[in-house]
C-alpha cells in the first residue's frame, strides 16, 4: 500500500505550519512585550484616575462651599456692588431723627476702596433709642457701612444732636479695572 499525500493537503500542511511559526514570531515579538507596556500604562492610568476623582471630589467640595457662601451672602454681595446715594440714605433715615445731614469728607484719595460721609443728627428725645434703632436699619440697608468710633451725643433743651463718621464700602469699578490693565502690562 502507497501512503500517498495528495498535493494539496502538503500545501494545505506548509501553509499552516507557516502560519503557525508566524503567529508564534508574532506573539513572541510584538504582543508579549505590548502586553507589558500595557500593563505598566493601566497602573499609571489608574494612579492619573485616582488623582483625577481626588481633584472632583475637591473641585466639587469648593463648589458647594462657594454656591453656599453665595447663597448665604448675597445680600452682602450686592450691597458691595451698589453705589451709595446720600440723598437717599438721607430719605431712609429721616424717620428716626427730625434733622439729618450727611456729607461727604474728603482724604486726597488716601481711602479709595470706600467713601466717607459725615452723619450730623438732631433729635428730639430724652434717650439715644432712635440712634440704635438707626443703626439696626443701617444694618438692613442696602450699602455696606461702618460707623466709626467716637460717637458724640449733645443735649441741648429736650433734643439730643449726634455727630460721627462713616464708611460707606463700595466695589470702586474704575479702580479695579485700572488695575487690571496695569497688571496685563
Known amino acids: 500500500m502507497k501512503n500517498s499525500i495528495s498535493r494539496q493537503h502538503i500545501y494545505l500542511l506548509s501553509a499552516s505550519f507557516f502560519l503557525l511559526l508566524f503567529v508564534l514570531l508574532f506573539s513572541f515579538t510584538v504582543l508579549i512585550p505590548a502586553g507589558k507596556e500595557y500593563r505598566i500604562k493601566r497602573v499609571a492610568m489608574k494612579k492619573v484616575s485616582q488623582e483625577l476623582r481626588e481633584y472632583e471630589m475637591f473641585h466639587n467640595e469648593t463648589l458647594s462651599t462657594l454656591k453656599e457662601m ?11 456692588d451698589a453705589t451709595f446715594n446720600p440723598q437717599k440714605f438721607e430719605k431712609q433715615n429721616q424717620k428716626f431723627f427730625s434733622a439729618l445731614h450727611v456729607s461727604s469728607i474728603n482724604f486726597l484719595n488716601l481711602e479709595k476702596e470706600f467713601a466717607v460721609y ?3 443728627t438732631t433729635s428730639k428725645i430724652s434717650s439715644p433709642t432712635s440712634f440704635y434703632k438707626f443703626l439696626d436699619n443701617i444694618n438692613k440697608s442696602d450699602w ?7 460717637i458724640e451725643f449733645k443735649r441741648s433743651g429736650d433734643e439730643i444732636k449726634s455727630s460721627f463718621t462713616m464708611k460707606v464700602y463700595s466695589n470702586n469699578k474704575d479702580t479695579n479695572a485700572s488695575a487690571s490693565v496695569s497688571e496685563a502690562k
Open 144 to 150: 455696606i457701612i461702618e460707623v466709626n468710633f467716637p
Open 70 to 80: 453665595q447663597h448665604k451672602n448675597r445680600r452682602v454681595i450686592t450691597s458691595f
Open 118 to 120: 459725615e452723619v450730623n
